[in-house]
């Protein structure tokens, strides 16, 4: 398998009894050709020997800080640097708590807080543990720092309680670090600008118009072409949330003139722009340098004025070896609405969500599209999250030809 060959993975394996199906993971990774440095938890050792596997791996296995006899140092740093990909298999419900909330206190956790490479977690635990919500808000927690929780299966647990807990098999773990590898190179060498969140519109220096965007669905497209590959510059409006990967570059922005500016600035230098804020319609044209006091002021009259288009904008100045995505968040006539927006934007493609869709929308972990091509095509996804979706949405982008 050319996919894994030659890559450096950590394998970092806590006390839990699925611990044994590592060694399995290591010979397959091994086999595949990569090189697999193994760190076990103190009691991982209760439920796998490091003998087995040093002896799979070729490489002796990491425990603890110093190697007693010699005072050998082992640095988290280095390992951490050297992963390509780090992997915790199994993860115990007390290891995810440790890495969602920076508990340092073994080399495995401390290697993870090191790493700059892609975090994979395979959670292992007994259901009711699995279904805890200190559990559930650890995982959730983990995810949002970008690390990739690769979901237990269901089945008969080692308490002999039957439902969602156990390990997923090594061979599907392995096909994760196959499928991961393989699309991190698909995006090598393109640049992409990608615009997320809302628009704020001043009104006076403590008022805004704005909306309801948070953000999430620009930031997941973001974060996935980085891990493709990839050169991202994200044009972020005002959103509590940042992207965790560290290779994309983040342009701060509030108006919708602001982010015309900036978008307008890098756009020359960008193989495909994705439109996904969702830009305030209007400014106000009167707004006020001061505060407009309540009791002091008669009621204001908002005069608006129309913001500039940007993904119009950038249409315009499009060549033909660039590609412009669009959004259309609708409420009704959702393909006619989005057809016309491809069309007036000149956009190769629009990705469509509508408000009437259950899942879909602001503020929500998941996201229902529908994908028109400005060939006519009509594709229509399942609701998935909203990382699924960002993965969706780059595969359609590499699907576009050039005129
Ligand atoms: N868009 C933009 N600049 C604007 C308005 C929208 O770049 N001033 C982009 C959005 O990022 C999205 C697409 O255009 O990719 C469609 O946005 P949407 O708000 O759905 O469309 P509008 O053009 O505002 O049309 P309407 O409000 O009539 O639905």
Known sequence: MDCIRGKHIVLGITGGIAAYKTATLVRLLVKAGAEVQVIMT????????????????????????????????????????????????????????????????????????????????????????????????????????????????????????????????????????????SRSQTMKGKTMLITAGPTREKIDPVRYISNYSTGKMGIAIAEEAAKRGAEVTLVLGPVDRRPSHAGITIIDVESANEMLAACESIFDHADIAVMCAAVADYSVANREDRKIKREKSAIPNLELVKNPDIAATLGRAKQPNQILVGFALETDNEASNAADKMERKNLDMIVMNSLRDKGAGFGTDTNKITIFTKEGDAIRYPLKSKNEVAADILDAISNIKHE
Not at 49 to 78: C, M, R, Y
């Open 42 to 181: 103190p009691n991982a050792k209760e439920f796998i020997t490091p003998v087995t596997l040093s002896t799979l791996s070729g490489k002796p296995v990491i425990s603890e800080f110093f190697t007693a006899n010699t005072g050998q140092w082992h640095s988290h740093v280095d390992l951490g640097l050297w992963a390509d990909a780090f992997v915790v298999a199994p993860a115990t419900a007390s290891t995810l708590a440790k890495m969602a909330n920076g508990v340092a206190d073994n080399m495995l956790v401390t290697s993870y807080l090191s790493t700059r490479a892609t975090v994979f977690a395979a959670p292992a635990m007994d259901f009711d543990m699995m279904q805890h919500p200190s559990t559930l808000r650890n995982i959730e927690q983990l995810k949002s720092y970008g690390v990739n929780i690769i979901e237990p299966a269901e089945g008969e647990l080692a308490s002999h309680l039957v439902g969602k807990g156990r390990m997923e098999e090594p061979e599907k773990i392995f096909d994760t670090l196959c499928d991961f590898f």
